[in-house]
């Protein structure tokens, strides 16, 4: 039903690094801003990057963010325990004039 | 410090009606872009609706267009979603947002609200 596409999971090691996409269309992430959300279990969303690549104030370098064409990425290196979480892209989507999610996407720490 | 308190959710009837409420403070509602969000138990972000700082703009997912009414009591400070209509699919917990650079920099904690008979 969502308008963009990521993957359901990703996995990694402490210490590694991992990378989510997030796929949509040129009404959406190709000719608007992306943010990117973690819901750790049990909470609400927090916000981890906006207009694309800008951490909010009080968010580690470790995340990163990035948009290429009607794609958008969302990194974290060096891994920890505490970013087991289910991960979530978010844009406006001008043909439906409605923000739209990305599937969302769960990190497990192995 | 910034906080955003929903309430009024529950339990009601298919066909039957809601009133939530979030109470803001640490911030002045009417300087923001607010939004509702839900989420079914356990699945994804589902965006309801949004209202601009003045409240003069707003606009609604087609799921909820013409059954869903947000607006805004600056005075008070606070959101409102009202929910007539309601179906089984509306289930969910429903999260308002406060709006900075075009995202939801802020949310409450969240009211579940359950359309079952």
């Known amino acids: 039903q969502s308008v963009l596409t990521q993957p359901p999971s990703v996995s990694a090691a402490p210490g590694q690094k991992v990378t989510i996409s997030c796929s949509g269309s040129?009404?959406?992430?190709?000719?608007?801003?992306v943010y990117w959300y973690q819901q750790l279990p049990g909470t609400a969303p927090k916000l981890l990057i906006y207009?694309?690549?800008k951490r909010l104030s009080g968010i580690p370098d470790r995340f990163s963010g990035s948009k290429s064409g009607t794609s958008a990425t969302l990194g974290i290196t060096g891994l920890q325990t505490g970013d087991e979480a289910d991960y979530y892209c978010?844009?406006?989507?001008?043909?439906?004039?409605?923000?739209?999610f990305g599937t969302g996407t769960k990190v497990t720490v192995l | 410090e910034v906080q955003l308190v929903e309430s009024g959710g529950g339990l009601v009837q298919p066909g039957g009606s809601l009133r939530l409420s979030c109470a803001a403070s640490?911030?002045?509602?009417?300087?923001?872009?607010m939004h509702w969000v839900r989420q079914d138990p356990g699945k994804g972000l589902v965006w309801v609706s949004r209202?601009?700082?003045?409240?003069?703009?707003?606009t609604y997912a087609d799921a909820v267009k013409g059954r869903f009414t947000i607006s805004r009591d600056d005075a008070k400070n606070t959101l409102f979603l009202q929910m007539n209509s309601l179906r089984a699919d509306d289930t969910a917990v429903y999260y308002c947002t406060r709006s900075l650079f075009g995202a939801s920099d802020f949310w409450g904690q969240g009211t579940l609200v359950t359309v079952s008979s």
């Open positions: 207009e694309n690549n």
């Open positions: 640490g911030f002045t509602l009417s300087g923001f872009w």
């Open positions: 978010g844009t406006w989507d001008s043909s439906l004039s409605a923000c739209v």
């Open positions: 040129s009404s959406n992430i190709g000719n608007n801003y």
């Open positions: 209202i601009n700082p003045d409240g003069g703009s707003t």
